[in-house]
């Protein structure tokens, strides 16, 4: 059974733009998140990562989003699922569709939210602007 993946940065604001209008945005210290959906994913690891991410000590002083009422920015990334060991072009094959991936997303965003985390978002499946500072840098990669 593949694990839920997410990219996570630490970042002194971040936001996305969709045509050309601001969809989510945080700023000052938080966590910049890009969540990958692979097919056998359940909403029990939804949870687990939710879980994991406001609790997750990689924010100054070894503190996490829970400690400090840091932001999150959680944006849909099926990409993190690329496969490109064979050849020059990667496959998605390992990325789930969107009707089970968006769900899934969606779930983590509202258990970070049931947990008191202040959560904004891209949108899903669109084409997707990111600009971000990240602060270290510092980038972590999850699996759940």
């Known amino acids: 059974m593949a694990p839920m993946r997410a ?7 971040a936001s996305v733009v969709v045509d050309g209008e601001t969809v989510g945005a945080i700023e000052g210290e938080g966590l910049c998140v890009l969540v990958g959906v692979t097919h056998d994913d359940t909403e029990e690891k939804a949870e687990r ?7 997750l000590r990689v924010l100054h002083e070894e503190r996490s989003c829970s400690d400090t009422g840091a932001p999150l920015l959680v944006i849909s990334q099926f990409t993190l699922y690329g496969d490109a060991r064979k050849g020059r072009r990667p496959t998605w094959n390992a990325a789930a569709p ?3 991936a968006e769900p899934l997303v969606e779930e983590v965003v509202a ?12 949108r899903f499946g669109a084409q997707m602007r990111v600009g971000l500072t990240n602060d270290g840098p510092f980038t972590v990669l999850l699996e759940v």
């Not at 990562?49 to 406001?54: M, S």
């Not at 258990?111 to 891209?122: C, E």
Request: aromatic residues 4%; charged residues 25%; hydrophobic residues 50%.
């Open 7 to 13: 990219v996570v940065q630490r970042v002194d604001g």
């Open 49 to 55: 990562l939710a879980r994991k991410l406001w609790t």
């Open 98 to 100: 969107g009707e089970v």
């Open 111 to 122: 258990r970070l939210r049931a947990l008191g985390a202040t959560v904004a978002t891209g």
